[in-house]
């Protein structure tokens, strides 16, 4: 078959698709693949349904062409691998709910199954789309492409997408990434699933979190969507409450926590993109700009006659931990979402205590990239910022309105953590462990005492030649922590330079003791 112009796809999937042919089958790229070209976002994703041959013939066929991987050969589906290339093949089937899980299912292969009959299976319209990639014919018997042409997520088959619940969160990603909105049938519909989504594997849930956080360039499209069809009231009553939570309005003119919070989440999504952070990093930035202000609900109270939610940083802790672990997110992402929350208010803290006058130091910003950590400084900054542009519009002194467009605390606090190497992780230890060891003293837990309280001391200026001068007197590790925690005692409490003249006749002068 002659092409006028390059075909856009790898040449095995067209020798392929064209092997099939002249057996009698027909190739028909589905799903995703077809979706996004109509709106001309890239994918790397192949996926073929074969119709027309046996499953015996399509396999030995497959074979001929790579490597083949029966992810489930009863179901009809393979992955083969042409030249460098991955392609899923499935052949038209029938599912049939026999039990409860994502596993619970009879299926019933039939390559002889018409496409529009096969295509009756898929969850939305804008994914039963297919196309023939020798010919260019496209195929669209529920009108799919009308449907994303017009930014409306609907159902195939109501009776068959009841099947699999996770079609619901589903639902909520795709809305996000392609700006969609549930028709009034499809909502309705969600709103009757709720119950069945208790059923559903964790992990599954959080593969449909990530993509809604990382893929969309405006997720609260997709949390809107959640919310309104009662997913937070049912799973996650906190989450909920956002929605009757008040905020000052003169900090907050925006409205209510959720309000802020959709804000938020958006702007840290742009501000990631921005910083072209890695999915991980994004992930991690904007879920927790999703989670940030949970504990408002807990604090929020009138004091003074004004709204406040003190210390509600340290409150959303907890129920943000509750919400990524219940959606399947393991401790590895969960540990820097929550170091982020807990400090969010940090950046703006600081810099108002610098436009005080008041020295913000060295150990100030070591102390907050290890609070914060594994998270850095930098997604802190990210977070901080979009926190700060989430709010408005404020009245100016013309009488206009306008958002913030840009968060001086952020790029204050940037600026002062990359001087001091600490923006992008955890300041470097100040001693290590073999230069104790060096002298003799065994490793164990009370040496980790002694590293600690070193590291508290260099917060406070102490440098590593002031604390080997000052440990040389100790004899043991024992003794090396009383040493050290007497000169704590000292620096945080008076809040002045340390006393210790070890410390002193190795600098020439005391280290300074100012915290941030």
């Not at 949970?294 to 709204?307: C, F």
């Not at 982020?340 to 070591?366: M, T, Y």
């Amino acid at each position: 078959m002659a092409h006028d112009t390059p075909s856009p796809y790898p040449a095995g999937l067209m020798r392929l698709a064209s092997t099939i042919a002249q057996a009698g089958g027909r190739a028909l790229l589905v799903g995703g693949r077809v979706r996004d070209e109509l709106v001309s976002q890239p994918t790397k994703d192949y996926d073929l349904e074969l119709f027309g041959l046996p499953v015996r013939q399509v396999e030995a066929m497959l074979r001929s062409f790579g490597p083949v991987s029966q992810v489930g050969k009863s179901f009809g589906i393979f992955k083969v691998r042409i030249d460098t290339v991955d392609i899923d093949v499935g052949l038209p089937r029938r599912d049939t709910k026999i039990s409860s899980g994502h596993r619970g299912f009879a299926v019933d292969v039939d390559p002889m199954m018409p496409p529009a009959q096969a295509a009756r299976r898929r969850d939305f319209t804008i994914n039963a789309i297919m196309k023939d990639p020798l010919t260019g014919e496209v195929l669209d018997p529920f009108n799919g492409g009308d449907d994303l042409a017009r930014h409306i997520l609907r159902v195939v088959d109501p009776e068959t997408f009841v099947d699999d619940p996770l079609r619901v969160f589903r639902g909520f990603q795709l809305a996000a990434r392609f700006s969609l909105t549930a028709d009034p049938a499809t909502t309705a519909l969600f709103q009757t699933m709720l119950p069945q989504l208790d059923e559903l594997v964790p992990d599954r849930i959080r593969d449909e979190w990530t993509k809604l956080f990382t893929q969309a360039e405006r997720p609260s499209i997709g949390l809107a969507l959640a919310q309104n069809v009662g997913l937070f009231a049912h799973a996650f009553p906190t989450i909920e409450a956002l929605t009757s939570t008040p905020q000052d309005p003169t900090l907050h003119p925006e409205g209510d926590v959720w309000v802020h919070t959709l804000l938020t989440v958006d702007h840290a999504r742009r501000l990631a993109a921005v910083q072209h952070y890695s999915p991980e990093s994004t992930l991690i930035v904007v879920a927790a700009a999703f989670l940030h202000d949970l504990g408002k609900v807990e604090t929020t109270d009138i004091r003074d006659g004004r709204i406040r939610s003190l210390d509600h940083e340290t409150a959303g802790v907890k129920p943000a931990r509750a919400f990524l672990e219940h959606s399947g997110f393991p401790d590895r992402l969960i540990a820097p979402v929550v170091g982020l929350i807990a400090n969010h208010l940090k950046p703006a803290q600081l810099f108002e205590s610098d436009r005080r006058g008041e020295w913000v130091s060295g150990g100030a910003l070591r102390r907050l990239a290890r609070r914060v950590a594994p998270a850095t400084i930098d997604q802190l900054a990210t977070l901080a910022t979009a926190d700060h542009l989430g709010r408005g519009p404020f009245t100016q002194p013309d009488g206009s309105s306008q958002w913030p467009t840009h968060d001086p605390a952020s790029a204050w606090l940037r600026a002062e953590s990359t001087t001091r190497g600490v923006v992008s992780g955890q300041p470097e230890p100040t001693l290590y462990g073999r230069d104790l060891m060096d002298r003799g003293w065994p490793a164990g837990p009370e040496l980790g005492r002694v590293l600690a309280a070193a590291e508290r001391l260099a917060d406070h200026g102490w440098t590593r030649d002031q604390l080997l001068e000052h440990l040389r007197s100790a004899a043991d590790p024992a003794a090396a922590v009383a040493l050290l925690e007497a000169e704590l005692t000292l620096v945080e409490t008076a809040g002045t330079g340390s006393s210790s003249s070890a410390a002193m006749s190795a600098s020439g002068t005391a280290p300074s003791s100012t915290a941030g």
